[in-house]
């Protein structure tokens, strides 16, 4: 892995990272070219998108694994996987870990759900015991091959045992090992200032804006100011996309065409420059050169 894809040298620069979902290799893609320091792997995003289903554990672990993979076979920048509960019990966790570490995580969530684990900002949740959890967080710090592969300690217990519940359970976490602290879905900007006073000196906290959750939306400026190292917009990229392929299949059946929509979208060779398909044939002709070149003369 090379010191791009290593989310710990980021985190270590003076701005606070800034990480938007994804869900597939072309949206890392887009990510990349846009110049964000690092991608998030949305676990909720990928249900929306493969399955069209609500974020109500119905991803596994091979299916995030393999998306992991095929996004790091494209783009070199570091990758936040969402892997939820770690799908299953400790052993689970670390057999989760070493594959997604092996597929090019850089930094690996895990959260202290029940199974089926649920969306953080739907109602619902249920949780294991702080012990379970942070058995989980040792089976991923002893599964982990290199230290630069962060271990990221979820709790949902806001919603579910109250603030101050949360706040001991994040004790436990970042007193067990965990590298970077996500205290799921705070309710006022008050709660994540008391937050960030109680664990900011010992490890980085991770906010997560989600367009109509509990948490008040706040650019990165300002969680920057409050003291957060990293933010993450999980599912901004599916809500937008959703909006506009509203609109472009409204176009489409009204008009019979797309021409009328057009203009908000890429055409063919734009496409392709994204995509990089004139350097990838290119390179499939100097291999072709390379074995045939007798032939050439």
Do not use: W
């Amino acid at each position: 892995m090379s010191d791009h894809g290593d989310l710990k040298t980021v985190l270590n620069a003076s701005r606070i990272v800034i990480s938007p979902g994804v869900y597939d290799a072309l949206g890392a893609v887009l990510v990349e070219q846009a110049g964000f320091p690092a991608a998030y792997l949305s676990g909720a995003s990928i249900a929306y998108t493969r399955f069209g289903r609500p974020d109500i554990g119905l991803v596994g672990m091979s299916e995030v694994a393999a998306t992991v993979s095929a996004i790091k076979e494209r783009v070199d920048l570091p990758l936040i996987v969402d892997a939820d509960t770690g799908y299953g019990n400790a052993l689970n966790v670390r057999r989760t870990v070493r594959l997604f570490e092996r597929n090019g995580a850089a930094a690996i969530q895990l959260e202290d759900q029940t199974l089926p684990k649920r969306c953080g900002h739907l109602n619902g949740k249920t949780l294991v015991s702080p012990g379970e959890m942070i058995g989980k967080i040792k089976a991923a710090l002893d599964a982990r091959r290199a230290e630069r592969t962060l271990i990221i300690a979820r709790t949902d217990a806001i919603a579910v045992d109250g603030f101050e519940a949360a706040l001991e359970r994040g004790e436990r976490y970042v007193e067990a090992g965990a590298d970077i602290l996500f205290m799921e879905a705070p309710q006022t900007q008050d709660q994540m200032v008391q937050i960030v006073a109680r664990f900011a000196d010992r490890v980085p906290l991770l906010a997560n804006m989600v367009e109509g959750g509990r948490t008040p939306q706040l650019n990165a400026q300002e969680l920057e100011k409050m003291g957060f190292s990293l933010v993450i917009f999980p599912g901004g990229l599916v809500r937008a996309y959703s909006r506009m392929a509203r609109d472009y299949f409204a176009s489409l059946k009204a008009h019979g065409t797309t021409m009328p929509f057009a203009e908000r979208m890429l055409d063919f060779g734009q496409l392709n420059e994204l995509l990089g398909t004139e350097q990838v044939l290119a390179l499939g002709a100097e291999y072709d050169r390379g074995r045939f070149g007798e032939d050439d003369d």
